[in-house]
Nanobody
Framework: DVQLQASGGGLVQPGGALRLSCATS????????ISWFRQAPGKEREWVAA?????????YYADSIKGRFTISRDYAKNTAYLQMNSLKPEDTAIYYC??????????????????WGQGTLVTVSS
């Protein structure tokens, strides 16, 4: 049974930090790219960041969060993380993790991700 469990969301003040976790099971973790997506109220879901499959540390970031967010994965724990620093109100969204094998040029394409976690809500507000 493939499972992805996102956690770590919450309420944080602007400028604060949160670390999201995506605990996975039921598949070979290193064989899949793990991405984080987010969906803000009234907006379409957008890709945020990805950590490439293959056992290395290749990562990709959306321009809107580059330099503030860091994606990583722990192969021993089959868990991916999204460290979010310098949070802004516009980062408020439900954050989802997903697994897939998209080519590098299509890493943002949510249609290429097979399975999704349930989402965790991040609210940035004073």
């Amino acid at each position: 049974d493939v499972q992805l469990q996102a956690s770590g969301g919450g309420l944080v003040q602007p400028g604060g930090a949160l670390r999201l976790s995506c605990a996975t099971s039921g598949f070979t973790f290193r064989d899949y790219t793990i991405s984080w997506f987010r969906q803000a109220p009234g907006k379409e879901r957008e890709w945020v960041a990805a950590t490439r499959n293959g056992g290395g540390s290749v990562t990709y970031y959306a321009d809107s969060i580059k330099g503030r967010f860091t994606i990583s994965r722990d192969y021993a724990k089959n868990t991916a993380y999204l460290q979010m620093n310098s949070l802004k109100p516009e980062d408020t969204a439900i954050y989802y993790c997903a697994r897939g094998r998209p080519p590098s040029g299509s890493i943002r394409n949510e249609g290429l991700y097979h399975d999704w976690g349930q989402g965790t809500l991040v609210t940035v507000s004073s």
